[in-house]
Every structure is written in C-alpha cells, then in structure tokens.
C-alpha cells in the first residue's frame, strides 16, 4: 500500500495502563527486599532520568539506593533474584505456561486503545508497529490476545539492546518501511512515555539525519487525575524539554492530528 508514514508505539503506558502490574511488581519487589514501598512517583523519577527502561534493572537500582541513602547493612538482591520475585508477582507463574493459566498482576492490566484505531491508521496509509521493553509472552498477550491484532509488527525485549539505543525502533522501521532512511523516505514517529523513549528518536537522528524522526509523548495514566494535575503538568514539561515534538495523553489525539504529523 501507499505509504504516508509509519508510527511505532511503546506498550506500557501506552498500549495498557500497568499501573497496577509492572509497577506494582516493582513496588511489591522492592517492598521485599527492602522493607520500603516506593510510591509510584518514586518510579517517575527514576525513569526520567532516561535510563532506567528495564523495570527489573529499575526495582534493582531502587533497592540499592535506598539501601545506601539510608546506610543499612542490608546486602542487595541479585538481579536473578529480583527477577524471580518480579516475575512470580506479574505473572504468577512461569511466563512460558499458557496465558490461562496466569494469575498475577498482569490480569489488572486495562488497554488503552482498541483495534479499531490500528484499522484507523491503515485505512490513512500510516504504518505501524510496536517496540517495547516488555517481555515478548506480555507484548503478545495484550497486542494478540487482548487487542486481536493478527501477527502485529513487534520489536520486545532481547530482540534488541535496550531504549534508549535505537537499533530495535530503527530495525522494525526500516523492515516496515522496507526503503532506505533518509530525505525521501515517509516519517517515522514513536509514542512513548518515558524520557528513554525520547531519547531513542534523539538517538537515531544521530544515525540518519536526513531522516525525519517524529518523537511523541504520551502521559502516562496514573498521572492523569484531578489530584495529580500538578504532577501531570511536571511530567509533560520533562518530556518536552527532553526533545519531544508532541505530547499527548490518549492515543486518540493521533487522530485530530495525524495529517499534520505526516505533511510534506
């Protein structure tokens, strides 16, 4: 088909809110290793310094420091140890047994969007795929089982370095547009929720120039209440100033605005 641009999108945040599954497997981890329960803003403002994508590299890094910052004699888990927990807790068994059979955190998961909005896309002759740090038996779950996407275009996590390296947005990207980067070439955004997720399109301007990277940022759902619009407004604004060129806090704002993100 015609091809007027392609969108890749993050899962977590964006996809399904994992307010109470991956964060509160985070929360709960930390909580076992530490006796301390880090508030889901605690988690923010680990992830805004853009290197913390890797939930179990981030509940490893909470329990260190709050291990240090208060000067206990605890010793920190391994990470195996911290992904043994994790895993139990998001999953509630083994992620290779069959869905049905999960019992973990990973049911409280709400989607965010439904298929008809990726039929919305290709009927406007936009592409679209999925890179995520996500744990490929979850991203199938909810692109496959949840949303009914048939064999969806999906970068996950081990099929490539971690966000913010752009190897996996710019692997799938390429594989999707099946041309060249570069002044000719459809545009390429990414939606995601995290400063990481920013700077994986910052990261691949550096590889191709000529290409145009659109970087999109969505608020997260936990932030978007009455009472945390203070919190909301903050978070937009580090999003911004990380570099990105639009943010936005539904995935249905696309489509107000997709001729404009796609216009020569």
């Excluded at 990973?106 to 969007?113: G, H, S």
């Excluded at 580090?238 to 060129?245: H, M, N, R, S, T």
Aim: aromatic fraction near 10%.
């Amino acid at each position: 088909m015609q091809t007027r641009g392609l969108i890749l999108f993050d899962i977590d945040g964006v996809i399904r809110d994992v307010t109470n599954s991956y964060r509160l497997s985070v929360q709960k981890t930390v909580l076992k290793f530490c006796n301390w329960e880090p508030t889901t803003y605690d988690i923010d403002a680990l992830k805004n310094e853009g290197i913390w994508n890797n939930d179990w590299d981030l509940t490893l890094e909470l329990i260190k420091r709050f291990i240090n910052q208060n000067k206990l004699s605890l010793k920190p888990p391994t990470r195996d140890k911290v992904i043994k927990n994790f895993e139990k807790l998001y999953f509630g068994c083994n992620p290779n047994e069959n869905y049905l059979k999960w019992s973990g955190f990973i049911n409280n998961e709400k989607l965010l969007i439904d298929k008809n909005f990726f039929n919305f896309l290709t009927l406007n002759e936009i592409k679209w795929g999925f890179v995520s740090g996500a744990e490929l038996p979850s991203a199938k779950f909810i692109l496959e089982n949840r949303l009914k996407l048939h064999n969806p275009p999906l970068i996950a996590m081990n099929d490539a370095p971690d966000k913010p390296n752009p190897e996996g947005f710019l692997k799938l990207a390429n594989s999707l547009l099946e041309e060249d980067f570069g002044r000719n070439c459809p545009p390429v955004a990414y939606v995601g929720d995290t400063i990481a997720d920013i700077q994986t399109i910052l990261n691949a301007r550096e590889f191709h120039p000529s290409q145009r990277f659109i970087s999109i940022g969505v608020t997260p759902p936990h932030l978007q209440t009455l009472k945390n619009s203070h919190k909301q407004s903050q978070y937009e604004s580090k999003l911004k100033a990380a570099g990105a060129d639009f943010i936005i806090r539904s995935l249905i704002d696309l489509k107000k605005f997709h001729k404009e993100l796609f216009k020569t």
